[in-house]
T-cell receptor, first 115, second 115 residues
Framework: NAGVTQTPKFRVLKTGQSMTLLCAQD?????MYWYRQDPGMGLRLIHY???????AKGEVPDGYNVSRLKKQNFLLGLESAAPSQTSVYFC??????????????FGEGSRLTVL | AQSVTQLGSHVSVSEGALVLLRCNYS??????LFWYVQYPNQGLQLLLK??????LVKGINGFEAEFKKSETSFHLTKPSAHMSDAAEYFC?????????????FGSGTKLNVKP
């Protein structure tokens, strides 16, 4: 089982460049999430999706956009990268059922450096 | 909004010693509680979770945690540390909801195990 797969795993950008991170899950999960991890700050939610065709903002959405055109994929875009977006990005998914909480399954992370 | 506090960003123990990682949360409703572990350059993996029922929860690799409602705590313990336990540990809480599971993470505790 692949689980949650993120590509690319590493990327270096110059300020102002754009890029897209791809997340794919093969567990038929409804919910998908994008987090960023910075030292001493834990994980902060950027955007999330509760199903195909839906997206919503999390805690730190500014400077990012997302799309979920297919249930298994969740894309995170940076239109104009800034040094403050240097971070490790994690995609996660969980099963969606009313009033229940499924555990999060994480990808291995994508390390992004913006110069 | 929920907040999750992990006391101590770094904890160091000797191999064979007791591991105690602290987690306190703020919640007005009974939450679901999780501990995740992150090994270097990897994503987060679920160690254990509390949803309902028995307040002492056993997880993988000999870890366990106890939900104490009166203290709003969910501390993680392991009787005897092993070198392979060196990693970063994250406490997380979530509240069941109709259409979305939002997870709140602590800032993490790095566990160092000395020979």
């Amino acid at each position: 089982n692949a689980g949650v797969t993120q590509t690319p795993k590493f990327r270096v950008l110059k300020t102002g460049q754009s890029m897209t991170l791809l997340c794919a899950q093969d567990m038929n999960h409804e919910y998908m999430y994008w987090y960023r991890q910075d030292p001493g700050m834990g994980l902060r939610l950027i955007h999330y999706s509760v199903g195909e065709g839906t997206t919503a903002k999390g805690e730190v959405p500014d400077g990012y956009n997302v799309s979920r055109l297919k249930k298994q994929n969740f894309l995170l875009g940076l239109e104009s990268a800034a040094p403050s977006q240097t971070s490790v990005y994690f995609c996660a998914s969980s099963s969606g059922r009313e009033y229940t909480v499924g555990e999060l399954f994480f990808g291995e992370g994508s390390r992004l450096t913006v110069l | 909004a929920q907040s999750v506090t992990q006391l101590g960003s770094h904890v160091s123990v000797s191999e064979g010693a007791l591991v105690l990682l602290r987690c306190n949360y703020s919640s007005s409703v009974p939450p679901y509680l999780f501990w995740y572990v992150q090994y270097p350059n990897q994503g987060l993996q679920l160690l254990l979770k509390y949803t309902t029922g028995a307040t002492l929860v056993k997880g993988i690799n000999g870890f366990e945690a106890e939900f104490k409602k009166s203290e709003t705590s969910f501390h993680l313990t392991k009787p005897s540390a092993h070198m392979s336990d060196a990693a970063e540990y994250f406490c997380a809480v979530s509240e069941p909801a109709y259409n979305f599971n939002k997870f709140y993470f602590g800032s993490g505790t790095k566990l160092n195990v000395k020979p």
